[in-house]
């Protein structure tokens, strides 16, 4: 896949899965963001969170179309395992950064719901993880996603970027990545 194809693919599933779940869904939920009357502090904490939350959702999509050449959705993936930039201290930071998204409107609008759909959410997300994109990585990639797996935690990140032995998994172009590499 070209650079341009994977970055036109890219917005598009941000748009439908991230965009989707992080924001039409908290949307609807809220009745169109109607807002509880959440605290100063609460709503300038959740204005972080949903700040870091774009932000990084932003740079994991670039990473796909960038290192990996292809997007983060199974129908397209990369062509390479995702390793770099954010994905050296954590394995899924774009679920990550969806959830920081959501409860950053729970504070923002200080609604509940939010929180209980976030958990809803963090629990569909790591059970699909766990039993269909490790799999399908570890199937791929072999002793590289391993090594990637054993070095770099899922849902809570390293302190230090993980410096393991991944030239491998950036220069073998013939290696088809599944449902975002190392998400």
């Known amino acids: 896949m070209t650079r341009r194809g994977a970055a036109a693919g890219s917005l598009i599933f941000v748009v439908a899965q991230p965009g989707l779940m992080g924001g039409l869904v908290p949307y609807w939920l809220t009745g169109g963001w109607e807002s509880a009357g959440s605290p100063l502090v609460l709503k ?5 969170l949903l700040a870091a939350g774009v ?49 950053g409107q729970a504070a ?22 766990r039993f269909y ?24 990140p390293r302190l230090t970027p993980w410096d393991g032995d991944h030239a491998g998994t950036r220069t073998d172009a013939a290696s088809p990545s599944a449902a975002g590499a190392a998400e």
């Open 108 to 129: 923002i609008l200080g609604r509940p719901v939010l929180l209980v759909y976030a958990a809803f959410f963090w629990l569909a997300v790591a059970s699909f993880v």
């Open 44 to 48: 300038l904490v959740g204005a972080v």
């Open 133 to 156: 994109e490790e799999p399908t990585l570890s199937r791929r990639y072999g002793e590289q996603y391993a090594a990637y797996r054993r070095g770099v935690p899922g849902w809570w």
């Open 55 to 103: 932000g990084f959702l932003a740079h994991t999509v670039i990473r796909f179309a960038v290192e990996g050449l292809g997007t983060p959705s199974p129908v397209a993936p990369t062509e390479k395992l995702v390793v770099g930039g954010v994905y050296r201290y954590l394995r899924n930071p774009m679920y990550v950064a969806v959830i920081a998204v959501i409860l």
